[in-house]
């Protein structure tokens, strides 16, 4: 019996080793930690458990054969998060470059259907080359499979993608069919092809960074959520996120112990607006100053900045936040910040996760380039996101709320529960001045200066939406949290019941 044991812990030994001694070096010099290395920061100490260890490759061409490592390449399995199961497999670029093979496909189909079944997160920590070369169609084949579960466990189950090394090819489609995308500055990289291929088929001379560095792909493409300084902090903080997370649609959100008061009153939030409408103030404060404990979590931070988005809770429980920050370009809507902020509240409202918006937009960007990029379509994701969401949606308006972005910000007319409003909302199809010049073109300074002041005294303010019942209440700024906390605790049991379809047709 001593000797089988040992046995397999020789074997368990050499397969942990991966690639080998150089390789794991080469790694690190590379300021990566190694695909188990991750997994350790990743969840909770000693709660992994891995599956197909012993996996090898199948392939006999190009010498394959002599070249056989246990594992193949990626390390799979289940453990948890703060005591929370998730799936994950991790990408060993010791191993043939992290390389997908038909085997090395199969581990990871393997724990898709386990995390699907479990109806728990998954989480791909990718560092790999794309389809193994030498495999040709049987990786295709592989990657293929994986990519259907991805569109398959859409919606079910939160799935997660960490770009920590260069990636190509498959190894950048199946994140981009996942909820989020995180990346590792300076050592991740994403591109459908390398720096190589672009120069022999386009001619164009391109560092992988500037073709697919974080800094391309959280500011410029989009394509990815966030971006973090090195592998531990990017781990850590994916920790975090999955706090936030339930572990399936129907699953409800996490709930956290607080001793954040759910009544609590923040006086200097009524001093938040300044005098001047003119004058931008930090959204992000409102945020911070609602949740619990000043703990949220912003996805996208770094694209789009004229909306914000992100995870916070309310009462120890999760909610998507959505606000227009005035800081950047006054907080108007642009084809960007639709984009953004649809797919978030679509993944909020996929994984029944409540939504809070705060508003101060003063309409939709205007002009040629906006108009040119579909400014129109883009716009309508965001309206069509939250006309179909039937999650709890509270809203508030803190100043501007001006033409169809007041519709389309979760007003009551596309599905909002409780809409409330700082006494310093304007709600209005336009700001004054230019109502007025619209109104009476052509009227002398006198009369646009006085009707200017007839327009804003009669419609920038809360109170002709209020006295329609568009908006259920002007509130006290200071009094914020506690009227969302009460608004969400009522709204837990919402039920709405969509007519029957095969599934909507979301302008793309
Ligand atoms: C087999 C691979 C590999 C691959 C890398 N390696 N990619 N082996 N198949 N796809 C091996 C290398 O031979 C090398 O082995 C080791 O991994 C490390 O690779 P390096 O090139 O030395 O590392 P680096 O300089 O950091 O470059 C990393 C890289 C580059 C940018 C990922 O290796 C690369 O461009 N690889 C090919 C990418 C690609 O075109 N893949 C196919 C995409 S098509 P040794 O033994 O020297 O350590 C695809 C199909 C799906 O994925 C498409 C779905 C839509």
Known sequence: MKDIIEKLDLRRDNAKLGGGKARIEAQHKRGKLTARERIELLLDKGSFEEFDMFVEHR?????????????????????????????????????FGGSLSEAHAQKIIKVQDMALKARAPIIGLFDAGGARIQEGVAALGGYGEVFKRNVISSGVIPQISVIMGPCAGGDVYSPAMTDFIFMVRDTSYMFVTGPDVVKTVTNEV??????????????????????????????????????????????????????DDPDRIDNSLDTLIPDNPNKPYDM????????????????????????????????????????????????????????????????????????????????????????????????????????????????VITRKAFGGAYDVMASKHVGGDLNYAWPTAQIAVMGAKGAVEIIFR???????????????????????????????????????????????????????????????????
Not at 309 to 334: E, H, I, K, Y
């Open 59 to 95: 392939s006999n061409e190009f010498g394959m054969e002599k070249q056989k490592i246990p594992g193949d390449g990626v390390v799979t399995g289940w453990g948890t998060v703060n005591g929370r199961t998730v799936f994950l497999f991790s990408k060993d670029f010791t191993v």
């Open 284 to 395: 992000k404060e409102l945020i911070l100053k609602v949740v619990d404990e000043g703990d949220f979590f912003e996805i996208s931070p770094s694209f789009a900045k004229n909306i914000v988005t992100g995870f916070g809770r309310v009462a120890g429980r999760s909610v998507g936040f959505v606000a227009n920050q005035p800081m950047v370009l006054a907080g108007v809507l642009d084809s960007d910040a639709s984009r953004k902020a649809a797919r978030f509240v679509r993944f909020c409202d996929a994984f029944n996760i409540p939504i809070v918006t705060f508003v101060d937009v003063p309409g939709f960007l205007p002009g040629t380039a906006q108009e040119y990029g579909g400014l129109i379509k883009h716009g309508a994701k965001l309206l069509f996101a939250y006309s179909q969401a039937t999650v709890p949606l509270v809203t």
């Open 206 to 259: 391109v560092t992988a960074e500037e073709l697919g560095g974080a800094s391309v792909h959280t500011t410029k493409s989009s394509v990815a959520d966030g971006a973090f300084e090195n592998d531990v902090e990017c781990l850590l903080q994916m920790r975090r996120l999955i706090d936030f997370l339930p572990a399936s649609f129907d699953a409800g959100v996490p709930q956290w112990p607080t001793l």
């Open 442 to 508: 052509g009227g002398d300074a006198d009369t646009i200066a006085a009707r200017t002041k007839e327009y804003e005294e009669r419609f920038l303010s809360p109170f002709v939406a209020a006295e329609r019942g568009y908006i259920d209440d002007v509130i006290m700024p200071h009094s914020t949290r506690k009227r969302i906390a009460r608004a969400l605790a009522m709204l837990r049991t919402k039920k709405v019941e969509m007519p029957p379809k095969k599934h909507d047709n979301l302008p793309l």
